[in-house]
């Protein structure tokens, strides 16, 4: 299986600052990678597809980018309704795995 | 709109059976694959199972194989994960999600929409 690993695992971060939270496969998966937000008590959201493809609706203050095994999720200007927890999953392979998540605390 | 709705979670004994649903609108069923995601209070997301829009392929994770049976009515646009031989790990919330094709085994497959959960609890 491939194994996705997020860093960091937690941060804490002002309104206004821009946040990357990056993500790892095990092997290259080129850009087989999507991103999702989730808020507590919340079902996941999808915000990006294929690495760098942004959903409908989703704020262009989100951006992602990478190829092969390392990936990044930008948001610039953090917006209070960004404190989230933000995981990545590849679609290269079967089992479909997730990163464990890397949880966006305001400071 | 898409809409997920799951149902059927709730306590269950290690070594017992649970069958949960997800009732799906808002699109034409079979026109995508749907999964079961799961995830541990406090912990990460990890996929469990899915079928392909016209039902003929399941999938399943390693942790779940020969215990967890997903199948899909069309004609009740629901599918259905029959949870055998439960164990202490399976206690989660489990989501409904839809990939974003008919087919799973696709590079660059999606969970498009996800459903609100339902909990399962699963001891003695």
């Known amino acids: 299986d491939i194994q996705m690993t997020q860093s960091p695992s937690s941060l804490s971060a002002y309104v206004g600052d821009r946040v990357n939270i990056t993500c790892r496969a095990s092997q290259n998966i080129n850009t087989n990678l999507n991103w999702y937000q989730q808020k507590p008590g919340k079902a996941p959201k999808l915000l990006i597809t294929v690495s760098s493809s942004l959903q409908s609706g989703v704020p262009s203050r989100f951006s992602g980018s990478g190829s092969g095994t390392q990936f990044t999720l930008t948001i610039n200007s953090l917006q209070p309704e960004d404190f989230a927890t933000y995981s990545c999953?590849?679609?290269?392979?079967?089992?479909?795995?997730f990163g464990q998540g890397t949880k966006v605390e305001i400071k | 709109e898409v809409q997920l709705v799951e149902s059927g979670g709730g306590l269950v004994r290690p070594g017992g059976s649970m069958r949960l649903s997800c009732a799906a609108s808002g699109f034409t069923f079979g026109s995508y694959a749907m999964n079961w995601v799961r995830q541990p209070p406090g912990k990460g997301l990890e996929w469990v199972s899915a079928i392909s829009g016209r039902g003929g392929d399941t999938y399943y994770a390693d942790a779940v194989k020969g215990r967890f049976t997903l199948s899909s009515d069309s004609s009740k646009n629901s599918v259905f994960l029959q949870m055998n031989s439960l164990r202490a790990e399976d206690a989660a919330m489990y989501y409904c999600?839809?990939?974003?094709?008919?087919?799973?085994?696709?590079?660059?497959?999606?969970?498009?929409?996800w459903g609100q959960g339902t909990l399962v609890t699963v001891s003695s």
């Open positions: 999953q590849q679609s290269y392979t079967i089992p479909r795995t």
């Open positions: 999600a839809t990939g974003n094709s008919p087919w799973f085994n696709l590079n660059g497959e999606y969970f498009h929409s």
